[in-house]
């Protein structure tokens, strides 16, 4: 089964652009019909989808963070990464990685952001 766990800064400053790391277990990033998601939930809100990236490299993101967000991989490391920029505190929230696959899928627990001065 394959497993995640997102890393992060945990803390960042408005206007910042912050990074968070999915690390990948018991599979590969580069499997085929993978797709690597990350989703947030704000504080007294629900889940937000904000893209993914699928085995083969490609991107599609959430129309409403499209300008801000950017999400890569490192396959040699197993890894995918979110980059999101221009942050402000209505990014605060818990952020997600996940995995679908066609037998199913798998989320990471989460990482707390929080967007403060």
């Known amino acids: 089964q394959v497993q995640l766990q997102e890393s992060g800064p945990g803390l960042v400053k408005p206007s910042q652009t912050f990074s968070l790391t999915c690390t990948v277990s018991?599979?590969?990033?580069?499997?085929?019909?993978?797709?690597w998601t990350w989703i947030r939930q704000p504080p007294g809100k629900g889940l937000e989808w904000i893209g993914v990236i699928a085995y083969s490299g490609s991107t599609t993101y959430s129309p409403s963070l499209k300008s801000r967000t950017s999400i890569s991989r490192d396959t040699s490391k197993n890894q995918f990464t979110l980059q999101l920029s221009s942050v402000s505190p209505e990014d605060t929230g818990v952020y997600y990685c996940?995995?679908?696959?066609?037998?199913?899928?798998?989320w990471g627990q989460g990482t707390q952001v929080t967007v403060s001065s």
């Open positions: 018991g599979g590969s990033i580069a499997t085929k019909y993978y797709y």
């Open positions: 996940g995995v679908g696959t066609p037998s199913g899928g798998s």
